[in-house]
């Protein structure tokens, strides 16, 4: 029996089915920054489709499904921002105080 790992790439529009999509620079370039370099190499995919392979016999699962817009967000470098700028997004005042 063959066994394969298949990678495909959607796009989901309001209202209609997702559909397959090239993935572009661009709308990765958090993921990208987050690598030693770019493009992997050969040996480097081949240690990813490992860690994936052994991902799915550890947890038992057949499918995985990774929100890419959501890992180039966690990806981004950290925002700085000001007092008044956190307290604006959060909504409410916040006093700074030091660790201990």
Do not use: F
Request: contains cysteine.
């Amino acid at each position: 029996m063959a066994h394969n790992l298949y990678i495909e790439t959607q796009a989901e529009y309001a209202g209609c089915s997702p559909q397959l999509e090239v993935l572009n620079e661009r709308d990765c370039k958090h993921i990208i920054a987050s690598l030693d370099h770019y493009p992997p190499t050969t040996e480097e995919v081949k240690k990813a489709a490992c860690v994936l392979i052994g991902r799915c016999i550890h947890k038992r699962i057949w499918n995985m499904e990774i929100d890419i817009d959501n890992l180039d967000i966690h990806c981004s470098p950290p925002k700085e921002m000001t007092i008044e700028e956190i307290e604006k997004e959060l909504g409410y005042k916040v006093k700074l105080v030091k660790e201990k």
